[in-house]
């Protein structure tokens, strides 16, 4: 059984190894609120979320990544450390992207079903042409046509 030494070198190992495999892409899907998302390191590393704050050599990496990321313009900056008098604006959030996501398919969807009865009609419409005729020639000859 390992001791807590162990663990938590082993831990390292882990956010090390994990840290290294990502690119810069990978790392902005874990920005949250500035920083990266600690559960989801912690899930994808095996352990707990605890061991990353409790744990100093893993904060201090942690930190050290954070920092790293920040410099490249994937993590936003932090506000302590903006100039006095600027602030960082909050990116806006488009409220009503969802809707119209589902307002296009919603249109898609009733296109295609506005086809469909356009085609059926059009058959139905051909048809009613077809059996006027028959009706037609019922009436004048009292005979059907073969």
């Not at 790392?27 to 100093?56: D, M, W």
């Not at 904060?59 to 990321?69: D, F, H, P, V």
């Not at 993590?75 to 909050?90: D, K």
């Amino acid at each position: 059984m390992a001791n807590g030494q162990q663990i938590a070198e082993e831990n390292l190992a882990a956010f090390m190894a994990w840290s290294t495999s990502k690119s810069d892409d990978d790392f902005r899907g874990y920005v949250h609120r500035g920083k990266l998302k600690r559960s989801e390191i912690a899930t994808e590393c095996g352990f707990g979320k605890s061991a990353l704050t409790q744990n100093p050599a893993i904060r201090s990496a942690l930190e050290n990544l954070e920092n790293e990321l920040r410099a490249a313009g994937i993590l936003p900056p932090l506000l302590a450390s903006l100039p006095a008098g600027q602030r960082l604006e909050p990116a806006l959030r488009d409220t009503e992207a969802k809707q119209r996501r589902q307002d296009g398919q919603r249109l898609n969807f009733l296109e295609q079903e506005n086809a469909a009865l356009r085609a059926e009609l059009q058959a139905a419409k051909q048809m009613l042409g077809r059996h006027a005729l028959i009706t037609e020639f019922l009436e004048e000859t009292g005979r059907m046509p073969r």
